[in-house]
């Protein structure tokens, strides 16, 4: 094990008993096919139940609504990107040659997926309740209030909450091709309404950017058929 991924491990308060589960939680599909996804995948889900664990206790009896807009507000890229940081990912995390030269360890996005990858690789390594653990420590220095909203709202959270304004299910984003060489892929992200029988695409450099352009072009819809 690298000394890069001993001092994460301090930062994180978890030993892991696997660290192949960390190594692979860092390592960005450009450097290698083991790469991060699908932990990152797990990882997304174990964080928002997380998050939603936190918000029910820590904000009393404000209403679903309410509740979804302040989750929405600290699950989305900008916020995990600064998690991201403090936590010291862009000096442990593997990319390809590409990456490096185009400053892929600043990107955002990519810094963003790699947390809730090794959220997700707690989660596998040590289980729910240790990751909830690490989810709960994380945001303990963000500030959260029944007032914040996403200033600036990004397409992913404003469709949610133009659906859940109306009593409708979540979106479901599909990743349904991937084009280019590793370092400068672009994916194909489809966006369904299953209520309205409805699906968009979006194209982006990273699975979230397509999700995003795929909520946006589903928004444009939407408002399109309200007039």
Not at 55 to 76: F, H, I, M, T
Not at 101 to 116: F, N, Y
């Amino acid at each position: 094990m690298n000394d890069g991924l001993a001092a994460l491990q301090q930062r994180l308060q978890h030993q892991f008993a696997n660290v192949s589960l960390l190594s692979q939680a860092t390592t960005h599909r450009s450097f290698s096919a083991d790469h991060n996804e699908r932990l990152e995948f797990l990882g997304d889900s174990v964080l928002n139940l997380a998050v939603a664990d936190l918000l029910y206790l820590r904000l009393g009896e404000l209403p679903e609504g309410d509740l979804s807009r302040v989750r929405a507000n600290l699950v989305k890229q900008d916020t995990l990107h600064q998690l991201a940081v403090t936590l010291g990912l862009p000096e442990v995390i593997r990319l390809g040659e590409g990456e490096v030269r185009s400053g892929g360890q600043k990107r955002p996005s990519i810094l963003a997926d790699a947390l809730e990858a090794v959220i997700g690789a707690v989660y596998l390594d040590a289980g729910f309740a240790v990751a909830q653990s690490l989810v709960h420590r994380l945001f303990k220095a963000v500030e959260i209030n029944p007032q914040m909203d996403a200033i600036g709202k990004d397409a992913k959270t404003e469709l949610q909450e133009w659906l859940q304004g109306r009593k409708m299910k979540l979106p479901i984003y599909r990743v349904v091709g991937t084009l280019g060489v590793a370092h400068k892929q672009t994916f194909d992200v489809e966006c369904e309404i299953t209520e309205f029988n409805m699906t968009e695409r979006g194209i982006g450099g990273s699975r979230r950017a397509g999700e995003q352009a795929a909520a946006a072009a589903m928004l444009q819809t939407l408002k399109a058929k309200a007039h």
